[in-house]
Structures are given as structure tokens and as C-alpha cells.
Nanobody, 121 residues
């Protein structure tokens, strides 16, 4: 069994900052890519940022210059540092981790439970 636990969401004023964390544990053999997605009410889930096993990153245009994704391979954790937050950043944020389980040769995607980020004055 694999578990992903997210933390770090909350209420923040425009211009503020939050740091999201997502830690994976359980029957994990190898972790490949990690990413953060968000979903606002009535909208589709969208990619916010991704990071490969080699540390290469990519960002949606909405977060470029404000968001930073990073990973700790020892802790099996992915982070999203969000600065200069805007009201339009309000959404439920989900982490995604692509990994292989012990005894398996196939990559599978696992999702965190979601953490609410609300940017409002």
C-alpha cells in the first residue's frame, strides 16, 4: 500500500506565501516524476508544476516566477513554494507522484488527498 499525505494549505491574503508538502510512504520501490495540480470549483484539474527524477522542472504560465517546486528524494517528499499569491490561485491543490511498487515493473500514479488554498482579503 502507498500513502500520500499533503499539508500546508490554508487561508492567506493576496501577496502572501504558502509552502505545500506531500510525503509518500509505503510499498515504494522507485519514484519517478512528481507534480502539483489544482482544481477550483466548477473547473477542471490543471497542472501547476512538475519535477522529474533528475530535477528538471516545468511550470504552468500562471505560476511562473511565483511558484517553485522541489523534491527531497530521501524523504520521498515534493514541495510547492507559492509566493505572491493571487485570489485566482484559490483552489484545492493535489500532489501526484509516479512510482513503482516493489514487485511491479509498471509505473503508477498516486494522488494526495488535496489541501485547500484560499487567497482572499
Amino acid at each position: 500500500q502507498v500513502q500520500l499525505v499533503e499539508s500546508g494549505g490554508g487561508l492567506v491574503q493576496p501577496g502572501g506565501s504558502l509552502r505545500l508538502s506531500c510525503a509518500a510512504s509505503g510499498n515504494i520501490f522507485s519514484i519517478n516524476d512528481m507534480g502539483w495540480y489544482r482544481q477550483a470549483p466548477g473547473k477542471q484539474r490543471e497542472l501547476v508544476a512538475g519535477i522529474t527524477s533528475g530535477g528538471s522542472t516545468n511550470y504552468a504560465e500562471s505560476g511562473k516566477g511565483r511558484f517553485t517546486i522541489s523534491r527531497d528524494n530521501v524523504k520521498n517528499t515534493v514541495y510547492l513554494q507559492m509566493n505572491s499569491l493571487k485570489p485566482e490561485d484559490t483552489a484545492v491543490y493535489y500532489c501526484n507522484i509516479r512510482l513503482t511498487r516493489r514487485g511491479s515493473f509498471a509505473w503508477s500514479d498516486y494522488w494526495g488527498q488535496g489541501t485547500q488554498v484560499t487567497v482572499s482579503s
